[in-house]
C-alpha cells in the first residue's frame, strides 16, 4: 500500500511523494540515455568561480558559525534549565520494549518507490545513512520478502533433513535449542543491492542505492551438526537444497564445502534475542558471505543431493546477464564492496571545517584488510582508520578525518579484503559484465559535495 | 566357540565404525526419524533432471482454463502482463528452440527480459509454480493442474503445440527444446566452494594507487533534477542532529532555508513534525483489513493494478453499503474490465468494514 490518507480522508502523496509509474520510467529511460550534456553543464556550473560566489551569497546561513554565542551572553539551553533537570523523569518499565526516542523517527526502513507493484513480493531498504558501528538494530534490518511475512508459532515448526541420509530427520524448536550453539557477526547483502546503479545514478540515497545490506550477530547450530545427526552423506551430496516453511517455499542451492566448514549456521537468534519476523522467525539459515536470497527464511527442510536444483531463483532470476547473452547460474558471493555513508547522498553539509567521513566496508570472501578514502574522484587517496572488530564477513566501519573548504569534491571509498581483491571501478565491472547485470554491483561508489553543501549521487569515469 | 567370538568381534568392530563415520550419536535424545508420510508431505522439490517430479500430465487446453480463472489476473492472458509482475512470456523464436540461445538477450536495446527468455531448465518453472503459486493461496493447484499450467505456458512461447500433453514421461524431450537451455555458465568465481570447477580468479582486478591514479574526473552520470524529491523529502529520512542533515528537497535546490536546519537554533526543539495520526486511525485500520485480506495485490488506493482502484470504486458507488458488501465477498467481471474477481475468502465482518468505508468515507 503506498498511498496513504491525511486526516480529511482526501489522497495525498506521503510521506514519500512516490513517483508516478510514468516518471519512474522516464528517470530509468533519461538514466539509459546518459544525460551526458545535462551532467557536462552541471558540473560545469558547480566547477566555475561565478557559481561559487552565486552559491555563496545565496546561503550565507552555510557559511556561519553553526554554534554562535547569542546577545544575551549565552545560549538559553544551557541558562535556562529544562524541565528534564527541574522535574521529576519516569519510571521504571513504563515501556516494557523500549523503543527508540521519539525524536529518531526519522529512521525508517523504506520502500524505493516504483520498484515492485506489491508489498508482499518487495523490499525495504535500511538507513545507512544514520546508523553507527557495524550493528544494524534489528527493526531496521532491511526486508526482502518474496510472499509476504508470517509470525510463526516456534513450538509448531519443525525441521527436516532428507535427501542423501541414514536416515531422514525432524527437529523441533526445542531440539535445535538444545545442542550446542555458536553466535557470530556477519553481513547480509541483497544480490540485488545497488542493482538500480547498474547502467545509471537512479536514486538519492545511501538508503536506496545500498540499503539492502545489514549486519548482525547470529546464534544457532552449525547446519554441520544437524547433518551429521541424520548421517548425511558428506563425500556424495555435494549440495544442500535449503527450502522455506512459508507460501513461497523459498528454495536455493547451498555448497556441501562452506556447509563442512561449518561457517553455515541454522539460525534462530539475532542480537541477543529471537529473529525478527520479518527475518526468519524462528529459523533461517545463515550462509556467510553469500548474497542474501540463500540465508532461507521460516527454514523448515534441509536436502543432501549429488545436483544442484536450479530453483526458480536461481534458475531465472539472481543470475547475471553478461554482454554474451549468456547468463552466470550460481553466482552467490558479495564480493568486496564498500560505501560512505556520511556524507552522502541527500545530506547537506552545514558548514566548512571538520567532518568525520565514515562509511562501511565488507566481503563475502573473509576479513576487510584496508579502506582508502578519496575526496577528489579517485586522483588522490588516503587510508582510513579500521575501527574494531573486524571479523570475517562482517560489517567493518571505517572513519577519516576531512576538513572540508567549501570547494566541490567528489568522495569515493575503495576495499580491500584478506584475499588481496580490490573493489573495482565502474569502468573495470562493465568492461567485464557489461551495464545490464542487475545483481553483484560492487563498484566504488562517488558522492559529489557541492559547494552549497548538498550531495548527490553521482558516477565518474 | 572359537570362531564366533571372533565374528562377534569383527562384527562389532565393523558397526561400530559404520555408525562413527555416518551418523553421529553425540546427542542423544536430539531429533527423531522423520516417517515417509512427513518425507512424502513436504519433499517436493523437481531437480532439473526431473529427481522428485510426480508422475501425471496435463493439456494445453486444460491450462488454458487454470490459466484464465488463477494466473491471468496478475500474469495477463498470454504470460505478457508486466502490470504485477515481471512478463512471463515473449521475446522468444523458433530459432532459439533450435539453437538453445535466444538471441535477444544479446540486444542492449531489447527491452525486457521475460522468464521464457532466461529459463534454461523446464524443471524449474513446474518446482515453482507447484510450491508457490497461485499467488494467494501457495501449493493449491493439483499435480495435473502444474503439468497443464506449465504446458500452456510452452505453448503460448511456441514450445509445444496446441493439442499437447505434458507430462513425465515426455518433458525430457521438452527439455531439449527449451529456447534458454544452453544460456547458462558457472564460469566464474562467485560460487562459494568448488563443486561446479569453477573459475578461482575473480574477474576484476582492480590494484591499490594513492596519488595521481586517473585524470581529471569526468562525471558520468548524475541524479536528475526531478529524481531529487522522487523518493520523499530527505530532510525527514536524516538524523535531526549530527555533523549533516538531509536535504529539504521540497524546495530547489540552493534556496534551502539553512536556519531551519542548523541544530543550535534557540527555538525549543521539538520532535520532527509526525503529521496528526488519530483522525486516521479508521482509514489505517481499513488499510490493514485490505492488506490482510490481500485486496491490496490487485487494487490501489487511487490507480488500478488488476482490478480498479478503490478510489475509483467509492466514487461510483457511494452509499451502497450492501452491494459493495456482496460484491467482496461473491466477486464478479464485466463491471470493471473482462478479468473476474474471484468470490474472496473474507469475514462477513471484514466486508461490512471495507465496504462501508468505500461507501460512505473513503475519499471520492
Known amino acids: 500500500m503506498k498511498d496513504q490518507l491525511n486526516d480529511s480522508g482526501r489522497i495525498i502523496k506521503a510521506p514519500e511523494n512516490f513517483l508516478t509509474p510514468t516518471d519512474v520510467k522516464m528517470v530509468f529511460s533519461e538514466g539509459k540515455q546518459g544525460r551526458r550534456d545535462f551532467i557536462r553543464r552541471a558540473f560545469a556550473a558547480a566547477s566555475s568561480a561565478t557559481a561559487a560566489s552565486v552559491a555563496a551569497a545565496s546561503a550565507p546561513a552555510a557559511w556561519a558559525q553553526s554554534n554562535p554565542i547569542p546577545s544575551e551572553g549565552g545560549d538559553p539551553n544551557i541558562l535556562n534549565l529544562p524541565e528534564h533537570a527541574t522535574g521529576l523523569g519516569q519510571g521504571v518499565a513504563t515501556e516494557a520494549y523500549g523503543k527508540p526516542s521519539k525524536f529518531e523517527s526519522n529512521l525508517q526502513r523504506r520502500q524505493s518507490p516504483g520498484l515492485t507493484q506489491t508489498t508482499q513480493s518487495s523490499v525495504s531498504f535500511a538507513p545507512l545513512q544514520s546508523l553507527f558501528g557495524i550493528v544494524t538494530p534489528s527493526g531496521l534490518h532491511f526486508e526482502r520478502h518474496h510472499q509476504g511475512w508470517w509470525d510463526i508459532d516456534p513450538s509448531r515448526h519443525r525441521f527436516m533433513i532428507n535427501g ?220 582510513a582508520r579500521l575501527e574494531t572488530p573486524v571479523l570475517s564477513k562482517a560489517l567493518s566501519r571505517f572513519n577519516l578525518d576531512w576538513i572540508w573548504d567549501g570547494k566541490p569534491a567528489i568522495i569515493q571509498s575503495r576495499a580491500q579484503d584478506e584475499t588481496a581483491y580490490v573493489q573495482p571501478m565502474y569502468k573495470q565491472l562493465r568492461d567485464v559484465r557489461g551495464t545490464r547485470s542487475i545483481y553483484h554491483n560492487n563498484a566504488i561508489q562517488s558522492w559529489l559535495v557541492q559547494e552549497n553543501g548538498e550531495v548527490k549521487n553521482v558516477q565518474v569515469s | 566357540m572359537f570362531k564366533f567370538p571372533k565374528i562377534a568381534l569383527l562384527l562389532t568392530l565393523f558397526l561400530t565404525s559404520l555408525t562413527v563415520v555416518a551418523q553421529s550419536t553425540k546427542y542423544p535424545g536430539i531429533g527423531r526419524d522423520a516417517t515417509s508420510k512427513e518425507v512424502a508431505a513436504w519433499d517436493i522439490d523437481v531437480r532439473p533432471d526431473f529427481k522428485g517430479l510426480p508422475a501425471g500430465s496435463g493439456s494445453v487446453a486444460k491450462g488454458q482454463d487454470v490459466w484464465e480463472t488463477k494466473c491471468a489476473q496478475c500474469h495477463g492472458i498470454f504470460g505478457e502482463s508486466n502490470e504485477v509482475f515481471s512478463p512471463l512470456i515473449g521475446g522468444t523464436t523458433a530459432a532459439d528452440i533450435k539453437t538453445g540461445r535466444v538471441a535477444n538477450l544479446t540486444r542492449a536495446d531489447y527491452p525486457g527480459r521475460t522468464t521464457i527468455m532466461k529459463v534454461a531448465s523446464v524443471s524449474s518453472l513446474w518446482d515453482y509454480i507447484n510450491r508457490a503459486m497461485p499467488w494467494t493461496n501457495p501449493k493449491t493447484l493439483s499435480t495435473e493442474e502444474v503439468y497443464a499450467v506449465t504446458g500452456f505456458m510452452l505453448n503460448l512461447a511456441g514450445i509445444v503445440p496446441d493439442d499437447f500433453v505434458l507430462s513425465n514421461k515426455n518433458i525430457a524431450e521438452v527439455q531439449q527444446r527449451m529456447p534458454n537451455r544452453n544460456g547458462m555458465t558457472t564460469a566464474h568465481a562467485m560460487w562459494p566452494g568448488k563443486e561446479f570447477g569453477n573459475a578461482a580468479k575473480p574477474d576484476t582486478q582492480n590494484v591499490i594507487c594513492m596519488t595521481n591514479c586517473v585524470t581529471e574526473p569526468k562525471l558520468a552520470s548524475f541524479l536528475p533534477d526531478f529524481a531529487r524529491n522522487a523518493h520523499g523529502n530527505l530532510s525527514e529520512q536524516n538524523r535531526t542532529v549530527g555533523q549533516q542533515k538531509g536535504a529539504d528537497t521540497t524546495r530547489p535546490e540552493g534556496n534551502t532555508d539553512k536556519t531551519s536546519a542548523t541544530p543550535n537554533t534557540f527555538a525549543t526543539t521539538s520532535p520532527v513534525a509526525t503529521k496528526s495520526t488519530d483522525s486516521k486511525s479508521d482509514n489505517k485500520a481499513v488499510l490493514a483489513l485490505l492488506s490482510k485480506n490481500l485486496c491490496s495485490a490487485c487494487h490501489g488506493i487511487d490507480k488500478k493494478i488488476v482490478g480498479p482502484g478503490l478510489t475509483e470504486i467509492a466514487k461510483k458507488y457511494p452509499g451502497k453499503v450492501d452491494y459493495l458488501a456482496g460484491k467482496i465477498k461473491a466477486g464478479g467481471s464485466g463491471v470493471w474490465g473482462a478479468i473476474p474477481m474471484p468470490a474472496q475468502n473474507i469475514s462477513e465482518a471484514d466486508a461490512k468494514i471495507i465496504a462501508n468505508w468505500l461507501a460512505n468515507e473513503a475519499p471520492k
Open chain 1, 164 to 383: 542423501m541420509v541414514k536416515n531422514a530427520k525432524v527437529f523441533t524448536m526445542d531440539e535445535i535449542m538444545r545442542l550446542p550453539s555458536v553466535s557470530r557477526f556477519h553481513f547480509i547483502e541483497c544480490g540485488a543491492n545497488t542493482a538500480v546503479d547498474w547502467g545509471n545514478v537512479a536514486v538519492p540515497t545511501v538508503q536506496y542505492t545500498h540499503g539492502m545490506l545489514s549486519c548482525s550477530e547470529f546464534t544457532g547450530v552449525p547446519l554441520i551438526t544437524l547433518l551429521e545427526l541424520a548421517g548425511a552423506d558428506l563425500k556424495n551430496g555435494k549440495f544442500v537444497l535449503a527450502e522455506g516453511g512459508d507460501g513461497s517455499s523459498m528454495t536455493r542451492t547451498i555448497p556441501m564445502s562452506l556447509i563442512t566448514s561449518g561457517q553455515v549456521l541454522v539460525a534462530y537468534g539475532q542480537n541477543g534475542e529471537m529473529l525478527r519476523p520479518e527475518n526468519g522467525y524462528p529459523l533461517r539459515l545463515v550462509v556467510p558471505g553469500t548474497q542474501g536470497v540463500s540465508w532461507v527464511k521460516y527454514l523448515r527442510r534441509v536436502e543432501v543431493g549429488d545436483q544442484p536444483y536450479a530453483a526458480k531463483d536461481e534458475a531465472i532470476h539472481y543470475i547475471d546477464l553478461q554482454p554474451s547473452g549468456l547468463h552466470r547460474q550460481y553466482a552467490s558471493i558479495q564480493e568486496c564492496k564498500s560505501v560512505v555513508t556520511t556524507p552522502s547522498g541527500g545530506q547537506v553539509l552545514l558548514d566548512k571545517g571538520f567532518y568525520n567521513i565514515t562509511g562501511l566496508a565488507w566481503s563475502g570472501k573473509g576479513k576487510i584488510k584496508r579502506v582508502d578514502v578519496s575526496t577528489d574522484g579517485g586522483r588522490n587517496w588516503r587510508q
